[in-house]
């Protein structure tokens, strides 16, 4: 994979309620965003995304810090001119779907698999306004994406969304860092499924050029098959 050909240096990092949310240019249409939270008492990375299109800026899940809702979307029109138009949700997590109740407030049509919705709804949390199929395939405002699903994992919900013109796979929590020690939260994990899903990933999409995990460092290489390795001594 050629991460580092694609990532240039991070150009935005302002301070929210003594958080921090960090934004990267990955190419002229898609970035990462990093937002913190605490989890067991230390500080732990999320990382997200978001497309830029002739129509507006399509959001990948909302940040696990709710204070930084309006904050990411006061950055992406000061930088891009542009509003954010829609929020996808690859599962039903805090770290990826929190922001419903803020964005379907503020009028940003929100979305998620049925499957996510359901958990959300049984959970009591604020849900997606439309529902994607787990195999849908978008095109707006000039740039494409696939949201996909592969099976079982971190979640039975988790969703990838694969950015075919720039072989980038948004891989959520169901691809771990290549840096991590181990796979974090696995409350409600499929650890027996889970090998075979991200074998399903790498069999379809043979040619990938930045793997954006979940949490931690996106920028090392190797993602997938560190997600297998931590995998394989969990079992």
């Known amino acids: 994979m050629k991460t580092s050909l694609l990532v240039t240096l991070l150009f935005l990092s302002l301070s929210v309620c003594g958080q921090t949310l960090e934004i990267t240019r990955l190419n002229e249409k898609l970035y990462v965003y ?9 500080k732990v990375s999320a990382n997200a995304m978001y497309l830029i299109t002739s129509r507006g800026v399509v959001l990948f899940d909302s940040p696990w810090d709710q204070s930084q809702n309006q904050p990411l979307l006061d950055s992406i029109e000061k930088k891009h001119q542009l509003k954010v138009i829609s929020v996808f949700a690859t599962h039903s997590h805090e770290d990826r779907a929190g922001g419903f109740g803020f964005f379907n407030k503020v009028g940003i049509p929100t979305y998620a698999s049925e499957e996510t919705n359901a958990i959300l709804k049984r959970e009591g949390k604020p849900t997606a306004l439309k529902i994607i199929d787990k195999r849908s395939k978008y095109k707006i405002g000039g740039e494409k994406f696939y949201v996909e699903y592969f099976g079982p994992g971190h979640t039975k919900d988790n969703l990838v969304v694969w950015f075919p013109k720039y072989k980038v796979l948004n891989g959520g929590c169901l691809i771990k860092s290549a840096e991590s020690k181990d796979l974090g939260f696995v409350g409600e994990a499929d650890v027996e499924a889970w090998p075979g899903t991200i074998m399903a990933i ?9 793997v954006i995990a979940g949490h931690d460092n996106w920028e090392t290489p190797g993602a997938l098959d560190k997600t297998l390795e931590l995998l394989k001594y969990k079992n």
């Open 34 to 42: 990093t937002t913190y939270h605490t989890y067991k008492g230390k």
């Open 202 to 210: 790498k069999n379809k999409h043979k040619q990938i050029n930045s």
